[in-house]
């Protein structure tokens, strides 16, 4: 019986965090979205003059999910399966997300505000996911992992250190901007041991959003798809205690109305996401506990973000840039080719060869 | 007996390639060195009516996965 509440409460448990974070100073619906920590990361250090703020939530998210990997002794470094390619992926996912203007888990955090946009963007991620899982289903892989050294797997964990002394010391070397999105945040402490707790529950539950879906669809398992539900659910209670929510496409938090490109973003994040493994949440997690290829697909990530901003890719609540179309296909097409390639023309030593 | 090696594959990925094992009649030894894997795995076998034995040797997981008599 506990086993199958698990998830659920992993889900409900997310919510409530996410409504805390939002109370004490996160931009509205923003919650735990993992492309708006780690583009806000990616400003901070410097990689474009977008929104920037080093998010404690993505440095906890990382030493939570490296610390209880090492008490339940699942952490090892491990890598070596195409990191050049999921780093290309990573910002594939990025430029997706940016486009809609967030992750799988804000989503749902923007559904659960009453944001119509993100409604729309729904069947647009399930299409993104039907797509990775036909290639998937036809053998795509990026190949076996390796044991790597020690070292490889600590590097990131060093890194969120580093960026947390940094927060706490000197400060004015990290870029934190002074309006918009990136100058709306949680005090650093609970930002921080929410983050190190959420780390820590995502690595034990595993919980996944595109995992969520792909599972329900291909094996018929729905337990991932319960805890979905369950954040939605304690979220539209949350919201409307809160008096947070605001049913309507019309001036929703950090959103556009424009559906094409909110199917179509949210689109390209399932469709990289099925390719890379799991959610941008997901990757986070798994980079902290030893996972190098899920590093780089983080870095990706973060690299993409600095592309969107510095090439203008990025939409805004004013809605899709004018660059942003052109960014999304030039994504599209390298993430279908890598998606095609890797299906059809890279079979030795492969999982089904 | 039929073996898959899963070894250094992640979820999805083992679970499809058992998936697909399981359509011959054949028994499957799988390995795998994910505990994820291995949850998925065995939960997925047993679901389908298999039943699942788990033996862990030196950081790898075998899946002794059997049709239950």
Not at chain 1, 35 to 47: E, K, P, Y
Not at chain 1, 205 to 225: A, H, Q, T, Y
Not at chain 2, 44 to 49: E, L, P, Q
């Amino acid at each position: 019986m506990l086993k199958k509440l698990k998830l659920p409460l992993v889900g409900v448990f997310l919510g409530l965090v996410s409504l805390a974070l939002v109370a004490h100073g996160n931009p509205g619906n923003m919650g735990f979205c993992i492309a708006c920590f780690l583009r806000d990361t990616s400003g901070a250090l410097g990689l474009h003059n977008g929104p920037s703020y080093a998010r404690p939530e993505v440095i906890g998210l990382i030493l939570g999910a490296m610390i209880v990997s090492l008490i339940t002794k699942e952490f090892s470094p491990k890598g070596g399966s195409a990191p050049i390619t999921r780093f290309v992926l990573g910002a594939c996912v990025m430029v997706g997300a940016l486009v809609f203007l967030g992750c799988p888990t804000r989503m749902v955090i923007r559904m659960a505000g009453g944001d119509l946009n993100a409604l729309v963007g729904l069947p647009g991620f399930v299409g993104g996911i039907l797509a990775g899982m036909f290639f998937l289903n036809k053998g795509f892989t990026l190949k076996r992992t390796q044991k790597v050294a020690k070292t490889d797997g600590f590097a990131l964990p060093v890194i969120a250190v580093l960026l947390l002394l940094g927060l706490l010391f000197v400060p004015a070397l990290l870029s934190t901007s002074e309006t918009g999105p990136g100058s709306m945040h949680a005090p650093l402490w609970i930002a921080l041991a929410i983050g190190l707790v959420v780390g820590g529950v995502g690595f034990i539950s595993r919980m996944c959003f595109v995992g969520g879906i792909r599972d329900s669809i291909m094996f018929k398992n729905f337990s991932m798809l319960s805890a979905f539900v369950a954040l939605l659910v304690v979220m539209i209670i949350g919201n409307l205690i809160m008096g947070n929510f605001n049913l309507g496409f019309e001036g929703q938090p950090v959103a556009h109305n424009d559906g094409l490109w909110n199917f179509l973003g949210l689109g390209l994040v399932g469709f990289g996401s099925v390719l890379l493994g799991g959610c941008p949440f997901r990757q986070v997690v798994l980079a902290g506990s030893g996972n190098t290829d899920s590093v780089a697909a983080v870095f990706g990530m973060t690299f993409g973000a600095a592309l969107a901003h510095n090439f203008s890719l990025a939409s805004s609540s004013a809605g899709v840039s004018e660059n942003g179309p052109w960014g999304f296909a030039i994504a599209a097409v390298i993430a279908v080719a890598i998606a095609v390639y890797n299906t059809f023309f890279n079979k030795k030593g492969s999982a089904n060869a | 007996m039929k073996t898959i090696d899963a070894r250094g594959f992640s979820c999805p990925e083992p679970l499809l390639m058992l998936k697909n094992g399981l359509k011959s009649d054949e028994d499957i030894l799988l390995m795998t060195d994910s505990k994820n894997a291995t949850q998925n795995c065995e939960d997925f076998a047993k679901k389908k009516g298999f039943s699942v034995d788990v033996t862990q040797t030196e950081g790898d997981y075998h899946l002794q996965i059997r049709k239950a008599k």
